[in-house]
């Protein structure tokens, strides 16, 4: 599997400030997937982010809060705008590299972000 | 859309018992179905994954079962050990493409 990291790991904001999370992969992979995992809940999907297309997004998320940028087939950045304490949470980058398989490819997750807001 | 039920949501398991956690899908397109599991303070890992052409895997004292009917599967986890202790969440790949998870289950073994 690919080497994933993100950055910051963690981060302690205040309320109406913004962060941008970034997601390095050491392979040029496909698809892009940002997830949001509020303490002790599952993983929820935030947006799909394709190179060269506008990004995705789930019912729920909107692209003023969650602006995501996908420059080239190794990296991408998730913002988290005008933070509220709600916006407490571990965001996860999955990247998938399209096998040409029939069906789903296998997919993995970043470290993380660990971000707490007041 | 595609919803997916995790059960149950706290498991408490001697060492060396047994551990099943099952969990069902709603969309009859899905055709992948993984699960992750996730120690504290860190990413989810994956440990198995089943194709939908698949009724069950194994891997040393995982397994997973499907049954495409019932639209469930099943993880289960032989001679648990301490180390097992962790949140499990099953996942289903749905026809948009995108893994829909479970609610997750917290596993504790204990010596």
């Known amino acids: 599997s690919a080497v994933i990291s993100q950055k910051p790991s963690r981060d302690i904001c205040q309320r109406g400030t913004s962060l941008t999370i970034q997601c390095q992969v050491d392979?040029?992979?496909?698809?892009m997937f940002w997830y949001r995992q509020q303490p002790g809940q599952s993983l929820t999907l935030i947006a799909t982010?394709?190179?060269?297309?506008?990004?995705?997004?789930e019912s729920g998320f909107v692209i003023d809060k969650f602006p995501i940028s996908r420059p080239n087939l190794t990296f991408s950045t998730l913002t988290v705008s005008n933070m509220s304490p709600e916006d407490s949470s571990i965001y996860l980058c999955s990247p998938v590299r399209a096998s040409g398989r029939k069906g789903a490819d296998t997919q993995y997750f970043g470290p993380g972000t660990r971000l707490t807001v007041l | 859309g595609e919803n997916v039920e995790q059960h149950p949501s706290t498991l408490s398991v001697q060492e060396g018992d047994s551990a099943v956690i099952k969990c069902t899908y709603s969309?009859?397109?899905?055709?992948?179905f993984p699960w992750y599991k996730q120690e504290l303070g860190k990413r989810p890992q994956l440990i198995i994954d089943?194709?939908?052409?698949?009724g069950e895997k194994k891997d040393q004292r995982i397994a997973v079962t499907l049954n495409k009917t019932a639209k469930h599967f099943s993880l289960h986890i032989t001679e648990t050990q301490p180390e097992d202790s962790a949140v499990y969440f099953c996942?289903?790949?749905?026809?948009?493409?995108?893994?829909?998870f479970g609610q997750g289950t917290e596993l504790s073994v204990k010596p």
């Open positions: 982010a394709n190179q060269g297309s506008e990004a995705t997004y």
């Open positions: 392979s040029q992979v496909t698809m």
């Open positions: 996942a289903a790949h749905n026809q948009g493409g995108k893994l829909i």
């Open positions: 089943i194709r939908s052409n698949v």
């Open positions: 969309d009859s397109a899905s055709n992948y």
